[in-house]
């Protein structure tokens, strides 16, 4: 599957236990310096703790809407992660997880 990128990702109808691996997915088949909206309907700020232990410094994270309905998010990769991904396991099409 590929990234639209110009199309949100909205979290609203995707059953909680496969969210958080869906935008892990959606992130690492970003490009670097590009970003996708991501839509829930709640903080997501657990998620923003996960991609700071995860990616730290290799993602950026901007809210575009804070509720208290709608929580929007652009979620763009850095340009930092080509070159990690250039020398792990990952720059293969693996995952590291």
């Given at each position: 599957m590929t990234l639209d990128v110009s199309m949100p990702l909205d979290l609203r109808q995707i059953a909680p236990p496969s969210r958080h691996a869906l935008v892990f997915g959606s992130f690492a088949a970003l490009q670097p310096g590009e970003a996708f909206e991501l839509v829930n309907d709640h903080d997501p700020a657990p998620l923003h703790q996960?991609?700071?232990m995860r990616s730290p410094g290799l993602f950026s994270w901007r809210y575009l809407e804070s509720g208290p309905d709608v929580w929007r998010v652009e979620i763009?990769?850095?340009?930092?992660?080509?070159?990690k991904a250039?020398?792990?396991?990952?720059?293969g099409g693996g995952c590291c997880g």
């Open positions: 996960q991609f700071e763009g990769k850095q340009a930092q992660a080509a070159k250039a020398g792990s396991c990952c720059s």
